[in-house]
């Protein structure tokens, strides 16, 4: 696995979670990579949560704006999703997602009403 997520879990709705993703990959100018999270819902299609173009302009779907935070840590080549005021309709897991490298193996984010 090239980009290993973390931080999911079981957490009611309101609560806060944070996920990681690290780049496992030796050589890729991860300073400059464009980086992204997406969820998939089960019977749902997988869809944009946050990115981070290599510009360093962030973007948000508008079902998690105020509420979402996408940053990175280039020094440990990692990308991060901070979730506050979580929502059953969060409930999903979630990929990170970098063109340089490909997708994340997922992490399982369940919000319980």
């Known amino acids: 696995v090239q980009l290993q997520a973390s931080g999911g879990g079981l957490v009611q709705t309101g609560g806060s979670l944070r996920l990681s993703c690290t780049c496992e990959v030796s050589g890729i100018n991860f300073r400059t990579a464009a980086l992204a999270w997406y969820r998939q819902a089960p019977g749902k299609q997988r869809e944009l949560v946050a990115s981070?173009?290599?510009?360093?302009?962030?973007n948000y779907a508008d079902s998690v704006k105020g509420r979402f935070t996408i940053s990175r840590n280039n020094a440990k080549n990692t990308v991060f999703l901070q979730m506050s005021s979580l929502k059953p309709e969060d409930t999903a897991v979630y990929y990170c997602?970098?063109?340089?490298?490909?997708w994340g193996q997922g992490t399982q984010v369940t919000v319980s009403s």
């Open positions: 997602y970098s063109p340089l490298v490909g």
């Open positions: 981070m173009p290599s510009g360093g302009s962030t």
